[in-house]
């Protein structure tokens, strides 16, 4: 008699737990009749995509797979699917939580499902990432970094304070200063425990302490960002130090070549350094140079991703300084060093563009083809942030973060602009096109 009620018990409980699940179950999506740019392929192929809650449960060509009741099906016949875009370089925190959200929101309709912050408020970027992460807000997922650097920049830049207020700057969680007699793994460990992805490592840090920061952050499994430069280490050491992502090709390569390098910090006038950067800029630099050739050999072999920014220089009205970046991300990209795509300066508080979409139209510019400009802010960017495994490309098993656009971006890469839907883990919103900003470079 005790079996036979625990039989039927047990009957219940899966016949009622079965009931349940179907109540609350999620509806599946099914774009249909799209070219989806998979990312993995470098060309599109005809298909359909079911999405199932979150994640993308199947990519097939067959069109006779078994529709479910609850399904909501997109006919995209002439549209275009990439994945998600992720902005590599963002500064989110420097106004209000308000203004963080609407302009994370303005991203997300725009196209960015991802973004990567290079240092700001470690207790708005833990909020922000939590409500992206479980759509309290809409936009996108919020990856960010603590910044580890040295006295002089906690000293001398006014930035720290103003993303520290109310504690103090250089000796909290999100940002530490530091020197050779710093508790590194205790700093990793709260950056860890505030729910950073990364360590950033900053200005007037040697050689001996990027090597010791970036162990400690790798033995967390936290990964490693940093400027391409940082005097008083030059590129090859940073890269050599196990740096993931390395920021601004901007006169990366001179700072190799360069006799003696200078932080921001050694001059006493603005003029004096600027007259500094001037010399650096001067510098010629090609892959026939022997310590030109060393350093990219040395960043393809440490798997250590060129995070360009030639927005930046754009941006900043810097005309050489632009071609400069777009020559050294160029050899860089001819030498097998994998690119990623941020914009550092997220959007245009004036006219809400996204410029994302002017980083990938720069990076085609300075070389890239088409396919490998998505790349970089898809499936490279994914990886520089260690999250290659749910994000970047279309595949089955990862989250459905992907944009439904009216034109082939293989063809004309403005044509990112054109972005009729939105998918951020499974949930669509209806997406903006901005092609009225795309720019002729
Ligand atoms: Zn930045």
Redesign the pocket.
């Known amino acids: 008699m005790k079996h036979i009620i625990l039989i039927l018990m047990f009957l219940l409980s899966i016949t009622s737990g079965y009931s349940l699940d179907n109540e609350n179950v999620e509806p599946i999506i099914i774009l249909k009749n799209a070219t989806i740019l998979d990312m993995v392929s470098d060309v599109g192929r005809k298909g359909t995509v079911i999405i199932n809650g979150q994640i993308i449960q199947k990519i097939t060509s067959e069109n006779d797979f078994e529709t479910p009741s609850n399904a909501i099906t997109y006919d995209l016949t002439g549209k275009f699917i990439i994945p998600g875009l992720i902005d590599n ?1 963002v ?1 989110i925190t420097h106004g209000s939580l308000k203004q963080a959200q609407d302009n994370l929101e303005t991203a997300l309709m725009n196209g960015v499902t991802g973004v990567r912050d ?2 700001g408020d470690g207790r708005m970027l833990a909020l922000l990432k939590r409500n992206m992460l479980i759509g309290e807000n809409n936009g996108p997922d919020v990856f960010f970094s603590t910044i580890i650097a040295g006295i002089k920049f906690f000293e001398n830049d006014p930035r720290p304070g103003q993303v520290a207020l109310g504690a103090e700057a250089g000796n909290v969680s999100w940002q530490w200063a530091i020197d050779k007699n710093s508790d590194f793994d205790s700093m990793v460990l709260q950056a860890k425990g505030l729910g950073a992805t990364a360590i950033k490592i900053y200005t007037d840090v040697n050689k001996s302490l990027m090597n010791k920061v970036s162990q400690a952050a790798k033995k967390q499994g936290l990964k490693v960002w940093a400027h391409a430069s940082i005097a008083p280490t030059r590129p090859l050491d940073v890269t050599n130090a196990g740096v993931d992502v390395m ?1 601004h090709a901007g006169d990366f390569i001179q700072y190799e070549l360069a006799d003696d390098i200078k932080d921001r910090y050694a001059f006493s006038s603005k003029a004096e350094a600027t007259k500094y950067k001037d010399q650096i800029g001067s510098i010629e630099f090609d892959i026939g140079n022997k310590k030109v050739k060393t350093l990219l050999s040395a960043m393809k072999k440490n798997n250590s991703y060129l995070d360009a920014t030639l927005w930046v220089y754009t941006y900043r009205d810097d005309e050489s300084a632009l071609i400069r970046a777009q020559k050294a991300t160029r050899l860089a990209y001819q030498h097998g060093v994998k690119i990623v795509a941020g914009s ?1 300066h997220m959007i245009n508080e004036e006219n809400s563009d996204i410029n994302i979409h002017n980083e990938l139209a720069l990076l085609v510019q300075a070389g890239l083809t088409n396919i490998d400009a998505l790349r970089a802010a898809t499936t490279n960017n994914a990886e520089g942030i260690g999250e290659e495994s749910n994000i970047g490309s279309i595949e089955e098993g990862k989250l459905a973060n992907l944009l439904v656009i009216s034109s082939d971006p293989l063809l004309n890469i403005t044509n990112t602009r054109k972005i009729q839907y939105v998918f951020k883990r499974g949930k669509v919103y209806k997406g903006i096109d901005s092609s009225r900003f795309a720019k002729k470079y």
């Open positions: 370089h500064h290079m240092g920021s550092d």
